[in-house]
């Protein structure tokens, strides 16, 4: 067998988007990506890569799954080939032994990670106060550009890479470390024409630090207006840029009540010297959902402070549906008259910025200023379109009570009778729900036509609770916080499942969670093809979906294990009529 953490490590280092990019020519649609789907013909793309998730799916022909079902398809390979032809791509050796076992080749030794990278931080700190000109620049960045006290750029580790070709390389040598193990650890690359260089040159270091205390990567700023500004180490075996935080490592001691999400390194740092120690940043990647559930293992509030243009707000509007989707509080801080906290803080100092914070908007306030920003509701037309969007923002709403609260702040600020907009939210509601009726139902004669589910044969003789199963599932193989909810507090059994399918998935995901198997890395071992097509088409149902948070699934349980009962009732109320007419054939 292959190790579930090599597996985890080679999917970590193929990026689904470079993977499929290189078969297939995608085009950006959203935060997703489309094409046309290279295992059946059409003129009309319907093949959706899912980078957040590390998935595809495809409308057309249902074909899905993640990077290693992808290959087994497209190169028609079996599981360990399919492995074995992504480690290569990956630059990770795999070696087949008593011609059935795989194992990794060579160990990666995290320690000795841990360590070069410490060595690299000391080296790149001491460069900033050494005598060379070029580092009394960098210097000056941090303390008369920046004005961080020496007290925080020591807190903070800050550094400075030389500018120059191959001086720390040789630094790093002179150590005992080799240049595999720089390229390794992302401080050291290779031209074509075989030269080892420096990873950063000429920029100020941020190194980051796990919660352990590990400097595990590095983030690189240049000085001036050149691009690209900052330069981020990539993923190596003991860094992650999609499971990290920026400054974690302070805040998680100060976060109780809350997290205060910032879009930069010195974001960060500036309110860290400020004070406001609860504040981290991700690192130079939007937020990600492993991110999200980073942060509610520590805090149950998050106040998001992103930068206040186009793309911050595009950014802050993202990362509010994926923090409520973990269960976190959300709120949105709006710093007027600066474009983010460090300039905030400069400008008007702690106290103001502290003023701001409390002020910090729920996602409905904060949706409800951009809509009201939008248009002038002195105008008819204004008013009316600005009431059509706050409807259906309200309408989203899973709970009612939440909805009515809603519904008379709209009233109040539009001067729009309360039961004029409820109507029309729940007519919209009314509108939604049909549609999804009608999708399931178009789905379950499409599963239906011939009984020819080869994938979930019992599909047919339930539509109903296999529809419900599948919503349960979706969401279990969606969200691992729900598997948490599920498996620990004993909310399902096997026995809740009706179709075989179901039975295999939900014992899949129970065993994956008891070995900690968080991203399901050996499931396309397990599963067949179209089975992983299937398993990908639940987790897209629920992808599209706004609420999917723990009211939903446990609505979702309900209504699997109430339609269970009733296809249970069902059963025997027709074994009691057979009963019943083989008594009167024998009665005569």
Known sequence: MISRETIEEILVRTDIQSLIGSYVSLKRAGSNLKGLCPFHSEKTPSFTVYPSSNSFYCFGCSAGGDQISFIMKMEHLDYPDAVEFLAKRAGITVEEHDSAQYTSRPKVDKKRLYEMNATAARYFHAQLFSDDPEAREALSYFTEKRKLSVATIKHFGLGYAPNSFDKFSKFMLSRGYSYDELVTGFLCGKSESGRYFDAFRNRVMFPIIDVSGNVIAFGGRVMDDSKPKYKNSSDTPVFKKTRNLFALNFARTACEESLILCEGYMDVIALHSAGITNAVATLGTAITAEQARLMSRYTKSVIISYDSDEAGQRAAARALRMLEEVGLTVSVLSVPGAKDPDEYIKTYGVNKFREVISGAKSKFEYNLSKVLGKYDINLPQDKINALHELENIISAVYSVAERDVYIQTVSKRLSVDASAIRADVDRIIARNAAAYKRGEAQQVRRDSVGYSDRVNPDFIKAPTVARNE???????????????????????????????LGKQLFLYLKSAYASGDEHLVTMSEVFSDEQMGRAARMRVGRMALTANGKEVLLDSIARLKNSMEKKAAESTDTIAALDALLQKKRNG
């Open 470 to 500: 599948e919503n349960v599932l979706g969401l279990l193989l969606e969200f691992p916080e729900h598997r948490r909810s599920v498996f620990e507090g004993e909310l399902l059994t096997e026995d809740d499942f009706f179709t075989e």
